[in-house]
């Protein structure tokens, strides 16, 4: 079959992407499933290119205030011609901080990802703005997924851990883990996931309505443009005032 075919070439397809194209062979609804994967990283790519244009600003003003500060070593330049003097240092200071993101990205690669995630997400909840927009983000992505796996078929427990894997976010992980146990033990997945306290009221209260009227589609796609907004809405509002700290500590 194309899923084993697939699964003897190595690790290098997405859980998710297996889990769909697997669920469209066994219904015979294969195109459809091609479909709806496409659907779901043409949505994720814009959830990321939205996400690239509000803080674009914020980063181009990192730069320049990388450039020009301190304004005397620009000074010396121009009155000195001591380009020497002013490259090195900031050579030096690119350095410094290209390895710090170079050992953070390892730090987040494989297994060892998870610890640090995990204090990552803890560490930017407490951070006004910043993680309600981090915890909006999540939401969206694990709402578009767990739409398009139901949508092709998976069962609903598959459905909401590969949701979560894709969410990016140890917490959801976590609680998915403990709500399986409930879901075998009888409870639906409205209860289960309301008893983790992992998601918010409203999101839980949306998804036991669908669950409960036969309407979880409507409600998924309205719980997807609710967290999208919410995140947009949040990032513009970091993006905003990002800025103006900066300057409030380049005057301090």
């Given at each position: ?29 294969i195109d459809e499933c091609c479909l709806i994967l ?215």
């Amino acid at each position: 079959s194309l899923s084993t075919a697939l699964a003897a070439t190595g690790r290098w397809l997405p859980g998710f992407d297996s889990a769909l194209l697997a669920a469209g062979e066994q219904s015979g609804r294969i195109d459809e499933c091609c479909l709806i994967l496409s659907d779901y990283y043409r949505e994720r790519s814009q959830l990321a290119r939205e996400m690239l244009q509000d803080l674009g600003w914020p980063l181009l003003t990192l730069f320049v205030a990388f450039v020009v500060f301190p304004p005397g070593a620009l000074v010396r330049v121009v009155t000195e011609g001591d380009l020497r003097g002013f490259l090195v240092p900031k050579l030096t200071q690119l350095a410094v901080v290209a390895g710090v993101l170079l050992g953070l990205f390892y730090l987040g690669q494989g297994r060892r990802a998870e610890w640090w995630r995990s204090f990552l997400e803890l560490a930017f909840h407490r951070v006004p703005v910043v993680g309600k927009a981090r915890q909006a983000v999540a939401l969206s992505r694990t709402t578009l997924a767990l739409s398009a796996l139901l949508n092709a078929g998976v069962n609903v427990v598959a459905a909401w851990e590969l949701a979560t894997n894709a969410s990016g976010s140890p917490r959801l992980r976590r609680a998915i883990a403990r709500a399986r146990r409930d879901i075998e033990g009888g409870a639906t997945p409205g209860e289960a996931i309301a008893a983790t306290r992992a998601f918010p009221e409203t999101f839980v209260s949306m998804y036991c309505t669908g669950e409960v009227s036969g309407q979880l589609d409507q409600q998924l796609e309205y719980l997807l443009k609710t967290y999208r907004h919410q995140a947009h809405r949040l990032l513009k509002t970091l993006a905003m005032w990002l800025p103006r700290i900066i300057y409030l500590i380049i005057l301090v």
